[in-house]
Every structure is written in structure tokens, then in C-alpha cells.
């Protein structure tokens, strides 16, 4: 199965060409400032004009209004499966999401350790595909090679602990790539860079 994973386009969905796959997945921030729904209808119609049978997408620290009116904006977004603390099964493939992450800026979804280690614990022990928006600590985390890591030390050890056979995340714009992991094979698919700029592209996957 062709998985296409992007992330983090943060309202320039339209500036980027997207591969043909099996299931496109987007790990969060599909909105810039998060608090205005023809943000969500933009990248809900772009979703729409494109080719792969699957979506799977779950939200960013960006998109305010999933975490302030979950239940209108997750009615925006017709055209994707959208997972929050819950999962869904494609091909036999079976894939989780999340966008809880760490204290960033005050933005959505943060949380603490504590709430953090509650979140990863409901990811069932069968999950092939792990999609969380923020990156685990210590693997494509860093926003410049010299900068501090900025990952999330709870979600490194419930990868540790489930071994996915792909986690997929965004968040960290300068952390784009692909990763064999500290664990397991891992994919940072932010598309813009730390300016903000549509630089990257989207990396494809086979399982």
C-alpha cells in the first residue's frame, strides 16, 4: 500500500504537488492562525480535488477550531478521516492519531507530561501506522541542526513501547525527512519550513 504523507501546510495546501497514492496522511496544521472555518473549507475542497480513495487526517497546534468547536469543525471536514485519540483500519493497515503535543506557545492541544502519558496509552498495542502531529523526542526534532530537541519524551517511550511499523508527524518544520528512528522507521512530513515558506515535499511510503 502507497502511503503519501504531508504535514504542516499551513494554509498553502494549493502550493504544493501532491504524489498519487493508496491513503494520504496528514499529520496536522492545516490552518495558520486556527480561528477562521474558510480555512478548514479550503483545505477540505483541496482534499476533495484529489485523487487517493483514502484520507486520514488529524489536527495541529495551528488548527484552534478543532480543539475550541471540535464538533463544527470536524463538520467542515467531509472529504478525510479525522482522528483524534482514536483510530481506523485501510487495506488491513491500521492507523491511530493524535494531535496532543507538549507545551508549545501557548497554541492547541498542548498538554502536560501527565495528560501526555494518558493520551499515548490509549493507543491500542496493534497500530501499524502512528500519526501524531508533534515528533517524539530526539528524532527529527529540532527546528535547526543546532538547536535544542523539541520532541515529546512521553511519546518517545510508548513508541518505544508499541514499535509501529511507521510514525508519521509534522510540527517541527526544520525537522523534515525520513528517520530509521531510535525505534522504528519514522517520517517528519512538515511541508513549509521554519519561515513559513512551501519548500519540502511530500514523502511516499510503502507497507
Not at 478521516?81 to 496532543?100: A, H, R
Not at 491500542?124 to 543546532?146: F, Q, R, Y
Request: include cysteine; charge should be negative; aromatic fraction near 10%.
Amino acid at each position: 500500500m502507497k502511503l503519501v504523507l504531508i504535514s504542516d501546510t499551513h494554509g498553502k495546501h494549493r502550493d504544493f504537488e501532491i504524489p498519487d497514492g493508496d491513503v494520504l496522511v496528514f499529520a496536522g496544521d492545516m490552518m495558520t492562525d486556527g480561528w477562521h472555518w474558510p480555512e478548514i473549507m479550503s483545505f477540505n475542497n483541496w482534499l476533495g480535488e484529489l485523487p487517493h480513495p483514502h484520507k486520514i487526517v488529524t489536527a495541529g497546534n495551528h488548527d484552534r477550531l478543532f480543539e475550541t468547536n471540535p464538533s463544527y469543525a470536524r463538520g467542515l471536514l467531509t472529504n478525510a478521516t479525522y482522528l483524534e485519540n482514536s483510530g481506523c483500519e485501510i487495506g488491513g493497515l491500521k492507523f491511530w492519531g493524535s494531535p496532543y503535543m507538549p507545551a508549545f506557545c501557548d497554541w492547541a492541544f498542548n498538554s502536560t507530561p501527565e495528560q501526555l502519558k494518558k493520551h499515548w496509552s490509549l493507543i491500542p498495542e496493534d497500530t501499524d501506522v502512528l500519526i501524531t502531529h508533534g515528533p517524539p523526542w530526539g528524532t527529527n526534532d529540532k527546528a535547526h541542526p543546532s538547536h535544542d530537541h523539541l520532541g515529546d519524551k512521553e511519546l518517545t517511550k510508548a513508541v518505544a513501547r508499541l514499535v509501529p511499523r511507521l510514525h508519521v508527524y509534522g510540527h517541527i518544520h526544520g525537522g523534515h525527512g525520513r528517520s530509521g528512528g531510535l525505534i522504528c522507521p519514522s517520517v517528519n512530513a512538515s511541508l513549509v519550513d521554519e519561515a513559513y515558506q512551501p519548500v519540502n515535499k511530500p514523502i511516499v511510503v510503502e507497507l
